[in-house]
């Protein structure tokens, strides 16, 4: 038997701290907790209670306590009055609307000292925006390990949060030493970056972990990029200098004084595979020498022994070092 009762859905209000909201039917929160009762027409009846959108937590007869998700839209409370007498009452239902604000910030991401990161917060139906360092943008800058968090609220003073981790790796530490110079006959340095995913070196070729430096006459700079494990890059730079100042005459007087009798090049000595060729102005070849010392210092003469006249003579040093060969015009005065 049924008959009609004058039932009456009324919420309770429970646990008002200071992150919680007050709210009245018909809106709720997704993902909120609240209570709910109905009066009888009698104190000795018993309810049967249906919910939509969301799951009882606690039943105590005339009032339960509900969970609801987080699935925006109408849901409903149903219930049923069992008299004493075992007569039901028609089901009497009230509508929640149940609201949840969107918000997604992304996935976590990952990335390299000295790397800035945007996060984005994709949102929807909110009024207000907030993240935790209390900015209100829809974008936020980061470039420090950590999670990042963003709080929204909508028209009806309900919340929701997302939260991404961002991981800033260490950039990997490569060291070449001290700037040096280098001063040896056919002398070399080794520089060594083992122990990295890759290796890059100043000339964009040369991968291996290895890389050599042989004896120049010019200051040589020295870079090298390496990769870690996570992929980030770190470089380091180192000068090698040669040792002297390498100064070619362009002039010397081969009068018999014992000043400046000779075509004398300071420190060339330390190329033993130098070779060194001077011509006259018609092409022919009036010296030459491999190798470089004291007793092969060109004195003026042709490679008769032959006194060669007052004028411009073009010359070709070839170091055999894999620099180009350096040329250039010396002047006999007599």
């Known amino acids: 038997m049924k008959k009609n009762l004058n039932i009456l ?3 309770i209000l429970i646990g008002l701290g200071m992150n919680s909201y007050a709210q009245n039917l018909p809106v709720a929160c997704g993902g909120s ?30 009032s339960i ?17 069992i008299n004493r007498y075992g007569c039901s009452s028609e089901q009497l239902e009230d509508t929640v609307l149940i609201t949840s604000p969107f918000i997604d910030v992304g996935l976590d991401e990952e990335l390299c000292r000295g790397e800035t990161y945007e996060f984005v917060a994709a949102t929807s139906d909110v009024t207000s925006l907030l993240w935790q360092d209390g ?24 919340v929701n949060s997302d939260t991404a981790t961002l ?5 990997p530490i490569i060291d070449l030493g001290t700037d040096t110079t280098l001063c040896e006959t056919n002398g070399s340095i080794v520089y060594d970056a083992s122990g990295y995913s890759s290796v890059n070196w100043l000339d964009g070729e040369s991968i291996a972990p290895m890389f050599t430096v042989y004896t120049s006459t010019q200051d040589q700079e020295i870079w090298v990029t390496v990769t870690g494990q996570f992929g980030c890059e770190g470089s380091d730079t180192v000068v090698v200098r040669f040792c002297g100042e390498f100064e070619i005459p362009n002039a010397f007087t081969p009068n018999d004084d014992g000043s400046n009798d000779k075509w004398e090049i300071e420190q060339l000595f330390v190329f033993e595979q130098v070779t060194i060729d001077v011509y006259n102005r018609w092409g022919e ?3 030459h020498t491999d190798g470089y010392s ?13 006194k060669l006249p007052m004028d411009a003579y073009y ?5 055999h070092n894999d620099e180009e060969p350096i040329v250039g015009t010396v002047t006999i005065i007599r």
């Open 9 to 11: 859905i009324i919420l």
């Open 33 to 62: 907790t609240e209570w709910y009762g109905v009066v009888g027409d009698n104190g000795f009846s018993d309810f049967d209670w249906e919910v939509t959108g969301g799951t009882i937590l606690r039943n105590y007869n005339d």
């Open 65 to 81: 306590q509900v969970q609801w998700n987080f699935i925006a839209g109408a849901h409903f409370i149903r219930v049923t009055e």
């Open 135 to 158: 900015s209100s943008g829809e974008t936020f800058i980061a470039s420090e390990s950590g999670d990042y968090w963003v709080r929204v609220e909508d028209e009806y003073g309900c």
């Open 167 to 171: 991981i800033v790796h260490e950039l």
């Open 285 to 287: 070849r009036v010296f």
């Open 294 to 306: 004291s007793g092969q210092y060109w004195d003026g003469t042709d490679q008769k022994g032959k």
């Open 315 to 319: 010359y070709v040093i070839d170091l």
